[in-house]
């Protein structure tokens, strides 16, 4: 069998062979294809964005990444995370800024990222794009779904608990301007509904694909053509501006969610047009490509160097 495509000529996506129904495997990487991201196979087409964030740089001086485990009283329950500390820290004058980003393990808490933000961050700040900046890794785990869903519990765990730690062990700002909150998926609605809660803390988000479909009941609805997608974005309408500033993302070749109504494309472009209706800072994107670390390694710090400019 062969398959003919017309393909945007900056494509980069994860793609996968489904071999059938009486495969051991609902999916497999192409056996012809040797470039892989887990059991994914990568594409990218002459004009694919370029990534040169993500790959160490001898002449960048490393920083390092501490992992600690904190009591969450917001949670009831530790939260494991690293911080990333940028190298020659004690010789930058503070306070300093950071980012908080979510699923620590894909980007830096763990070995072999799929986003490597401590890389990220050291190239970044050695070619003097950013200032020094912490990088607060928060682990997801078996708790992802309940955390990253609009969840006024994990907002107070944020602001009222990891944030005064931060500023008290490592000298992290306490203007919102100079604190990022940063997530993919469902990652990305957290960041937004996190900042939009206690803009007081945070004062930016850093939003990649975000999952602005969802709404409060989404994942125990019996009856999910009864339930309206976009519960983030009625909250907006209802309130008046918050002092945030926004930069979002998503990839044209995303399809639908969980629910009907759930096109990750759609909701995007909705949040935007809602964020500019009620006077909102926002950065916007589309990107050829799929909902995957494939595409997200190398925009993150695009996100991040748009997000510290001042600029207008």
């Given at each position: 069998?062969?398959?003919?495509?017309?393909?945007?000529?900056?494509?980069?996506?994860?793609?996968?062979?489904?071999?059938?129904?009486?495969?051991?495997?609902?999916?497999?990487?192409?056996?012809?294809?040797?470039?892989?991201?887990?059991?994914?196979?990568?594409?990218?087409?002459?004009?694919?964005?370029?990534?040169?964030?993500?790959?160490?740089?001898?002449?960048?001086?490393?920083?390092?990444?501490?992992?600690?485990?904190?009591?969450?009283?917001?949670?009831?329950?530790?939260?494991?995370?690293?911080?990333?500390?940028?190298?020659?820290?004690?010789?930058?004058?503070?306070?300093?800024?950071?980012?908080?980003?979510?699923?620590?393990?894909?980007?830096?808490?763990?070995?072999?990222?799929?986003?490597?933000?401590?890389?990220?961050?050291?190239?970044?700040?050695?070619?003097?794009?950013?200032?020094?900046?912490?990088?607060?890794?928060?682990?997801?785990?078996?708790?992802?779904?309940?955390?990253?869903?609009?969840?006024?519990?994990?907002?107070?765990?944020?602001?009222?608990?990891?944030?005064?730690?931060?500023?008290?062990?490592?000298?992290?700002?306490?203007?919102?301007a100079d604190v990022t909150l940063a997530g993919s998926s469902l990652g990305g609605l957290t960041a937004a509904y996190c900042a939009f809660h206690r803009s007081h803390t945070f004062g930016n988000v850093l939003s990649q694909s975000g999952s602005f479909w969802f709404a409060p009941g989404a994942w125990d609805s019996k009856?999910?053509?009864?339930?309206?997608?976009?519960?983030?974005?009625?909250?907006?309408?209802?309130?008046?501006?918050?002092?945030?500033?926004?930069?979002?993302?998503?990839?044209?070749?995303?399809?639908?969610?969980?629910?009907?109504?759930?096109?990750?494309?759609?909701?995007?472009?909705?949040?935007?047009?809602?964020?500019?209706?009620?006077?909102?800072?926002?950065?916007?994107?589309?990107?050829?490509?799929?909902?995957?670390?494939?595409?997200?390694?190398?925009?993150?710090?695009?996100?991040?160097?748009?997000?510290?400019?001042?600029?207008?």
């Amino acid at each position: 069998w062969t398959l003919t495509v017309r393909a945007p000529r900056d494509l980069r996506i994860v793609y996968n062979f489904r071999p059938g129904p009486d495969a051991p495997a609902g999916i497999i990487p192409d056996p012809w294809n040797p470039s892989r991201m887990g059991m994914g196979s990568l594409l990218e087409l002459p004009d694919a964005p370029a990534q040169p964030w993500i790959a160490p740089d001898e002449r960048a001086p490393r920083g390092r990444v501490v992992t600690t485990t904190l009591p969450s009283t917001a949670l009831a329950e530790d939260r494991q995370i690293g911080v990333y500390l940028p190298a020659n820290l004690a010789d930058a004058a503070g306070p300093h800024p950071y980012v908080i980003v979510f699923d620590g393990e894909v980007h830096g808490l763990k070995a072999d990222p799929l986003v490597p933000v401590p890389v990220i961050l050291d190239n970044l700040i050695a070619q003097a794009r950013l200032p020094p900046t912490l990088a607060v890794l928060v682990a997801s785990g078996a708790t992802r779904t309940r955390d990253l869903s609009m969840s006024p519990a994990f907002c107070e765990f944020l602001a009222d608990e990891l944030a005064p730690w931060l500023r008290k062990e490592y000298r992290a700002s306490a203007n919102p301007a100079d604190v990022t909150l940063a997530g993919s998926s469902l990652g990305g609605l957290t960041a937004a509904y996190c900042a939009f809660h206690r803009s007081h803390t945070f004062g930016n988000v850093l939003s990649q694909s975000g999952s602005f479909w969802f709404a409060p009941g989404a994942w125990d609805s019996k009856s999910p053509h009864t339930l309206e997608t976009g519960g983030f974005m009625r909250e907006l309408i209802a309130a008046p501006r918050k002092p945030v500033r926004f930069w979002l993302e998503v990839g044209r070749f995303e399809g639908g969610g969980v629910l009907p109504g759930a096109n990750q494309v759609a909701q995007n472009r909705h949040l935007r047009d809602v964020l500019r209706l009620q006077g909102y800072e926002v950065d916007y994107h589309e990107y050829a490509g799929g909902h995957d670390y494939f595409s997200w390694r190398g925009s993150f710090a695009d996100g991040l160097l748009e997000l510290a400019s001042t600029e207008d």
